[in-house]
């Protein structure tokens, strides 16, 4: 594992160790490290939203939708084929 070191205003650092005492973290690093997981996870989602909204429109997915993808499913069919 690498270290990073950063410097920190007191009122962050401050910030930072009440965090990592109020929220179970034993150390500043495991506080710091979850942070920077939920960026990466909030930007992959925000990278397959604009994915989405930038792609073709499809099929409506409704009732028969589902349906007919549980019926692929039941019959060994791939979910990626069309019925």
Same mark, same amino acid.
């Given at each position: 594992m690498s270290t990073?070191?950063?410097s920190l205003p007191d009122s962050?650092?401050?910030f930072v160790d009440e965090q990592v005492?109020?929220?179970g973290y034993g150390?500043?690093?495991e506080? =710091?490290?979850e942070l920077i997981r939920r960026d990466q996870d909030r930007l992959q989602l925000r990278n397959?939203?604009?994915a989405g909204a930038t792609s073709a429109p499809? =099929?409506?997915v409704d009732d028969a939708y589902f349906d007919a993808l549980r019926d692929r499913v039941r019959s060994?069919?791939?979910a990626g084929s069309t019925a």
């Amino acid at each position: 594992m690498s270290t990073m070191n950063i410097s920190l205003p007191d009122s962050l650092k401050a910030f930072v160790d009440e965090q990592v005492s109020q929220r179970g973290y034993g150390t500043s690093s495991e506080y =710091v490290r979850e942070l920077i997981r939920r960026d990466q996870d909030r930007l992959q989602l925000r990278n397959l939203l604009l994915a989405g909204a930038t792609s073709a429109p499809s =099929v409506p997915v409704d009732d028969a939708y589902f349906d007919a993808l549980r019926d692929r499913v039941r019959s060994g069919g791939k979910a990626g084929s069309t019925a």
